[in-house]
Protein backbone atom coordinates (compact mmCIF):
# COMPACT_ATOMS: atom_id res chain seq x y z
CA UNK A 1 0.00 0.00 0.00
CA UNK A 2 1.45 3.24 -1.10
CA UNK A 3 2.51 5.64 2.50
CA UNK A 4 -0.05 8.09 1.24
CA UNK A 5 -3.48 5.75 1.60
CA UNK A 6 -1.92 4.45 5.14
CA UNK A 7 -1.70 8.76 6.02
CA UNK A 8 -5.31 8.85 4.51
CA UNK A 9 -6.42 6.15 6.84
CA UNK A 10 -4.77 7.42 10.03
CA UNK A 11 -6.01 11.25 9.28
CA UNK A 12 -8.93 13.38 9.88
CA UNK A 13 -11.65 11.22 10.91
CA UNK A 14 -9.56 8.21 11.06
CA UNK A 15 -7.61 9.61 14.04
CA UNK A 16 -11.28 9.85 15.73
CA UNK A 17 -11.80 6.22 15.74
CA UNK A 18 -8.26 5.15 16.23
CA UNK A 19 -8.47 7.48 19.76
CA UNK A 20 -12.59 5.76 19.75
CA UNK A 21 -11.69 1.88 19.47
CA UNK A 22 -8.48 2.77 21.68
CA UNK A 23 -10.93 3.96 24.69
CA UNK A 24 -13.46 1.19 24.11
CA UNK A 25 -10.39 -1.02 24.06
CA UNK A 26 -9.60 0.09 27.50
CA UNK A 27 -12.57 0.54 29.05
CA UNK A 28 -14.28 -2.80 28.06
CA UNK A 29 -10.74 -4.61 28.94
CA UNK A 30 -10.90 -2.89 32.22
CA UNK A 31 -14.86 -3.57 33.44
CA UNK A 32 -14.65 -7.26 32.15
CA UNK A 33 -11.54 -7.53 34.47
CA UNK A 34 -13.06 -6.40 36.99
CA UNK A 35 -16.46 -8.29 36.43
CA UNK A 36 -14.72 -11.64 36.48
CA UNK A 37 -12.68 -11.46 39.11
CA UNK A 38 -14.73 -10.13 41.52
CA UNK A 39 -18.07 -11.26 40.38
CA UNK A 40 -17.77 -13.91 37.48
CA UNK A 41 -21.14 -15.71 39.36
CA UNK A 42 -23.11 -12.66 38.55
CA UNK A 43 -23.17 -12.72 34.98
CA UNK A 44 -20.99 -15.14 33.51
CA UNK A 45 -22.15 -14.42 30.13
CA UNK A 46 -22.48 -10.91 29.93
CA UNK A 47 -18.97 -10.83 31.64
CA UNK A 48 -17.55 -13.23 29.17
CA UNK A 49 -18.73 -11.30 26.38
CA UNK A 50 -17.68 -8.17 27.31
CA UNK A 51 -14.42 -9.42 27.67
CA UNK A 52 -14.56 -10.36 23.89
CA UNK A 53 -15.55 -7.09 23.09
CA UNK A 54 -12.85 -6.15 24.49
CA UNK A 55 -10.40 -7.92 22.53
CA UNK A 56 -12.59 -6.87 19.13
CA UNK A 57 -11.93 -3.49 19.99
CA UNK A 58 -8.06 -3.97 21.13
CA UNK A 59 -7.52 -5.70 17.44
CA UNK A 60 -9.52 -2.63 15.78
CA UNK A 61 -7.04 -0.32 17.51
CA UNK A 62 -4.14 -1.73 16.33
CA UNK A 63 -5.37 -2.94 12.86
CA UNK A 64 -6.47 0.85 12.32
CA UNK A 65 -3.00 2.62 13.67
CA UNK A 66 -0.70 0.42 11.57
CA UNK A 67 -2.99 0.57 8.03
CA UNK A 68 -1.13 -1.57 6.15
CA UNK A 69 -3.01 -3.87 3.38
CA UNK A 70 -3.22 -6.85 5.88
CA UNK A 71 -4.46 -5.08 9.10
CA UNK A 72 -7.04 -2.81 6.75
CA UNK A 73 -8.20 -6.16 5.80
CA UNK A 74 -7.89 -7.80 9.71
CA UNK A 75 -9.90 -4.11 10.60
CA UNK A 76 -12.82 -4.78 8.07
CA UNK A 77 -13.28 -8.45 9.52
CA UNK A 78 -13.11 -7.20 13.29
CA UNK A 79 -15.86 -4.54 12.54
CA UNK A 80 -17.98 -6.87 10.66
CA UNK A 81 -17.87 -9.28 13.70
CA UNK A 82 -17.97 -6.43 16.17
CA UNK A 83 -21.33 -5.19 13.70
CA UNK A 84 -22.74 -9.14 14.00
CA UNK A 85 -21.65 -8.74 17.93
CA UNK A 86 -23.88 -5.85 18.90
CA UNK A 87 -26.80 -6.66 16.90
CA UNK A 88 -27.07 -10.34 18.34
CA UNK A 89 -25.90 -9.22 21.64
CA UNK A 90 -28.58 -6.70 21.67
CA UNK A 91 -31.15 -8.81 20.16
CA UNK A 92 -30.31 -11.42 23.27
CA UNK A 93 -30.64 -8.73 25.86
CA UNK A 94 -33.66 -8.14 24.85
CA UNK A 95 -34.94 -11.97 24.41
CA UNK A 96 -33.61 -13.29 27.22
CA UNK A 97 -32.81 -11.00 29.78
CA UNK A 98 -32.36 -13.21 32.11
CA UNK A 99 -29.17 -14.35 30.38
CA UNK A 100 -28.26 -10.68 30.69
CA UNK A 101 -28.51 -9.43 34.73
CA UNK A 102 -25.63 -7.51 34.06
CA UNK A 103 -25.07 -5.12 30.56
CA UNK A 104 -22.16 -5.62 28.52
CA UNK A 105 -20.28 -2.77 26.44
CA UNK A 106 -23.04 -4.38 23.49
CA UNK A 107 -26.15 -5.04 25.32
CA UNK A 108 -29.13 -2.98 24.49
CA UNK A 109 -26.97 -1.40 20.88
CA UNK A 110 -24.26 0.44 23.41
CA UNK A 111 -27.35 2.44 25.00
CA UNK A 112 -25.15 2.56 28.54
CA UNK A 113 -22.21 4.17 25.88
CA UNK A 114 -24.54 6.75 24.16
CA UNK A 115 -25.25 4.06 21.47
CA UNK A 116 -21.02 4.60 20.40
CA UNK A 117 -20.60 0.87 20.05
CA UNK A 118 -23.13 0.28 17.52
CA UNK A 119 -22.28 3.11 15.15
CA UNK A 120 -18.71 2.81 15.78
CA UNK A 121 -18.07 -0.61 13.23
CA UNK A 122 -20.38 1.17 10.82
CA UNK A 123 -18.15 4.30 11.04
CA UNK A 124 -14.77 2.37 10.41
CA UNK A 125 -16.12 0.62 7.62
CA UNK A 126 -17.04 3.50 5.88
CA UNK A 127 -13.72 5.05 6.28
CA UNK A 128 -11.66 2.22 5.52
CA UNK A 129 -13.85 2.35 2.36
CA UNK A 130 -13.64 5.51 1.58
CA UNK A 131 -9.77 5.72 2.13
CA UNK A 132 -9.29 2.44 0.33
CA UNK A 133 -7.70 3.84 -2.53
CA UNK A 134 -9.74 1.90 -5.20
CA UNK A 135 -11.32 3.94 -7.84
Known amino acids: MPD ?9 PGRVLIALY ?3 SVAAASR ?3 QIGTRFDD ?5 LLSAFAALVY ?8 RASVVSRRIATVSCIVEIVGVI ?14 EPTVWSHFGSGYVFIPVILPIAAL ?3 RRTDGRP
Open 88 to 101: GVSIASYVVPQEFP
Open 43 to 47: APVAY
Open 4 to 12: SLQTATRSG
Open 58 to 65: IVGTVCLA
Open 126 to 128: WWL
Open 22 to 24: ALF
Open 32 to 34: SAV
